[in-house]
């Protein structure tokens, strides 16, 4: 039986982190618990490893096996990639089983071209999303893909803005964002030499390729050596259908824990921004606002209370604090992301008991040494109690500085 590189989400779970990185397996979890997640496929970290033994090159099979997924998500979602009638958009996202910094940033909107830029104006009557998403796409690609800074697209941006008076990306209209989208692609040109890629599995191929470079960079490399990571574990790559967060005043995207990484208190923590992608929550762009808000800003009221279902669900599962990234579509709540979340040692007990996980340790401890317990004083079951948190607490602080 050939080696199989490709999971949809509803292949894989929580267990195959090795194989589908941590991205990849917590959407896979995330969908087998019945929550909100835009679906897709990861292409597994032994497809990064066969990239670099091919010498650097995508061989034929992994291709193959690749665009089957693509047909599988286009049967999944009911669009198609490139489609001038209903068009499949993705985000590109790396996915190591260990986070490093100097991995690959997110790519979202791929698929995009003038052509179906036009499509997606015309069938949501929102022609300003459209260039939004496209001018947002040629920036995201020419810095992440081709490494063109970003600087030379933000110094254009800043230019638009004080040719239309303007302080926010919000207020450019659709006509400016047009006129910028054109101003990338001749920027695009000029430091490539070629035109911006306008086939949508060109686009794919050039973002998953820039995600197993970027295992290899200098920064990445430096990292591994420095905490001990081997380098034949490799990075996944997960390809997700498009949630968008900037279609109006009814959308948005965040980041949040499902409690506060600073104290454990049970309480919302985290941030958002209304009409927004992802980039912009970390970029300081805009002011955010508390999550704890979310339930009370007009269009996004059920979405903030999903949300709050959905911290109960994933504590309740993964019988831990974890960080979320999330968009909202229209009102509709769409999870991105989850994970473990760091925390401070104070929280670390806090969420310990709140938990309940020593409770349930000492239980099944005492289910199998019933004679001992019954033998035990109280002092020698606080020092147990005491070992465990010990124990739990650095297993923990090891655990946390791999996953993030």
């Known amino acids: 039986m050939s080696k199989k590189y490709c999971y949809l989400f509803t292949e894989g779970n929580a267990n195959m ?3 589908l990185g941590g991205k990849g397996a917590n959407l896979a979890e995330m969908t087998n618990i019945g929550l909100p997640v835009p679906q897709g496929f990861t292409i597994t970290t032994e497809a990064c490893t066969q990239y670099y033994e091919d010498g650097q090159k995508i061989n034929d099979g992994i291709f193959a096996e690749i665009m089957e997924y693509i047909e599988k998500m286009e049967s999944i979602t009911g669009k198609k990639f490139g489609d001038h009638e209903n068009p499949l958009l993705v985000s590109v996202r790396s996915g190591a089983r260990a986070s490093m910094p100097g991995m690959m940033d997110t790519i979202l909107n791929l698929g995009l071209n003038e052509d179906v830029v036009d499509v997606i104006a015309k069938m949501s009557n929102n022609p300003r999303w459209a260039w939004d998403c496209y001018r ?56 490539i030499g070629q035109e911006f890629p306008s086939d949508p599995k060109e686009q794919l191929m050039g973002a998953i390729k820039a995600v197993f470079r970027s295992w290899d960079n200098p920064r990445a490399n430096v990292y591994r050596r420095d905490n001990d990571i081997p380098y034949s574990w490799g990075t996944a790559v997960n390809v ?84 979320i990234e999330f968009t909202i579509e229209q009102g509709k709540l769409w999870m991105l992301q989850t994970r473990v979340g760091k925390r401070t040692a104070a929280a670390a007990l806090h969420i310990v008991m709140a938990l309940k996980v020593m409770v349930k340790m000492l239980g099944a401890f005492a289910l199998t040494n019933t004679a001992l317990i019954v033998t035990c004083t109280g002092v020698t079951l606080l020092l147990f109690a005491g070992l465990y948190f010990l124990v739990y607490t650095l297993t923990a602080r090891t655990y946390f500085r791999l996953v993030q």
Not at 155 to 172: A, N, P, W
Not at 259 to 288: H, M, S, W, Y
């Open 240 to 323: 997700q259908s498009m949630a968008f967060g900037n279609m109006g005043d009814d959308c948005g995207t965040g980041v949040a824990f499902t409690r506060n990484p600073a104290t454990g208190e049970k309480k919302l923590f985290g941030e958002f921004l209304t009409n927004a992608q992802g980039e912009d929550v970390v970029a300081g762009i805009r002011n955010t606002e508390p999550i704890a808000d979310l339930k009370t800003t007009p269009g996004l009221e059920s979405a903030g209370e999903e949300l709050e279902r959905v911290f109960l669900t994933l504590e309740d599962h993964y019988r831990d604090m974890c960080d």
């Open 17 to 19: 982190r090795e194989l």
């Open 136 to 191: 947002r796409f040629i920036q995201m690609y020419s810095d992440v893909v081709m490494e063109v800074g970003k600087k030379y697209f933000e110094q254009l941006i800043d230019e638009m803005k004080e040719k239309k008076g303007v302080t926010q990306d919000v207020d450019l209209t659709a006509e400016d964002l047009k006129e910028l989208a054109m101003q990338f692609k001749a920027e695009y040109k000029s430091k």
